[in-house]
């Protein structure tokens, strides 16, 4: 079934990434910005949607909220309630944090088992696209965004309902938080501890 994801492009150029600096590895401020442009981008599986978030994750002036422009706005537009409304959607992105692991940080396949166990019994033996988050290896615990494709368009609240008493930030549903898709910089000295360990 086609649909679409909602881009943001920031007008300024501002990357929407969370950066790193220093051989301490100290995270710096992070800020959204004001203004962008909206796109609708057409998807219609799991897989245009990874294709998707694999071309995002060398885009950091972009970003993807649940979602959509409404009907009588056109961009360059603000972030906020007025200008997006909420819209069911075929896809969700579940966001991990911290989610305690003693097991070897390498082995993706035993820590993506052991996440999904931590999910409803419906997308614990579905297919979905990782990407470990920002801080992956530098804070402890997993870190992770599990792209799923729905059987249904599903709304934020029902979403919420769902996973509702699962270690996941259900702040996420919600028409207008961004979902950080870009891999995160590592700048003035500062190394990726997870990717080269």
């Not at 943001?8 to 969370?18: D, E, M």
């Not at 290896?137 to 992770?144: E, F, L």
């Amino acid at each position: 079934m086609n649909e679409v994801v909602t881009l943001l492009t920031s007008v300024s150029g501002r990357a929407l990434v969370k950066s790193f600096s220093d051989p301490d590895v100290t995270e710096q401020p992070f800020s959204i910005g004001n203004l962008f442009n909206v796109f609708d981008e057409s998807v219609s599986d799991l897989k245009s949607l990874s294709r998707l978030l694999y071309k995002l994750e060398n885009e950091p002036t972009q970003t993807i909220i649940r979602g959509s422009l409404a009907e009588d706005k056109t961009g360059p537009v603000p972030r906020n309630k007025d200008i997006f409304i909420p819209t069911s959607r075929h896809w969700c992105m579940i966001d991990i944090d911290s989610l305690p692991w003693d097991g070897d940080l390498q082995d993706h396949k035993a820590m993506l088992e052991y996440t999904s166990s931590q999910l409803p019994p419906e997308f614990q033996q579905a297919d979905c696209w990782y990407h470990f988050s920002s801080n992956m290896g530098i804070k402890q615990g997993i870190r992770v965004h599990l792209w799923y494709w729905l059987e249904r368009p599903c709304s934020d609240d029902e979403m919420k309902a769902w996973l509702s008493g699962c270690p996941v930030d259900l702040g996420l549903f919600n028409p207008i938080q961004i979902h950080l898709t870009t891999n995160p910089k590592f700048v003035g000295g500062a190394t990726d501890p997870y990717r080269l360990s």
